[in-house]
C-alpha cells in the first residue's frame, strides 16, 4: 500500500468554510470512482498550532495505483476546480509505510 498525503495553504481570500467544504466533498467523493484508491479522507479542521489549513490523506493498492489517479480525468477535474484556484501552497508526501 502507498500513503498519499497533502497539506494545503489557502490563498487568504478562500480560507473560508465554503472553501473548505468543497475542497472535502469533491475530493471525498472520489471514493469509489478511481481504480486503486482505497481511501481518501479531508481534514479541514486544525488546531491553532497547525500551519496548514486542508490536509488530504489517501491510501492507494500501488505506486501505480497513485500514478493513474494522479492523470485519471474525474480528479484532475476535481484538483482543477475545487482545489488549485484555491490553494496558495501545496505539499505532498507519498511514502510506503514500513
Known amino acids: 500500500m502507498v500513503k498519499h498525503i497533502i497539506l494545503w495553504k489557502l490563498k487568504e481570500e478562500y480560507n473560508n468554510d465554503v ?3 468543497g475542497i472535502k466533498d469533491g475530493l471525498e467523493g472520489l471514493t469509489g470512482k478511481i481504480p486503486g484508491l482505497l481511501e481518501i ?13 486542508v490536509m488530504l490523506y489517501s491510501v492507494f493498492e500501488s505506486e501505480e495505483a497513485l500514478k493513474e489517479y494522479a492523470i485519471n480525468p474525474i480528479h484532475v477535474k476535481v484538483a482543477n476546480e475545487k482545489v488549485r484556484p484555491f490553494t496558495e ?3 505532498c508526501m507519498d511514502f510506503r509505510e514500513s
Open 89 to 91: 501552497t501545496r505539499l
Open 19 to 21: 472553501t473548505k467544504k
Open 41 to 53: 479522507k479531508v481534514q479541514t479542521e486544525n488546531l491553532e498550532t497547525s500551519n496548514a489549513d
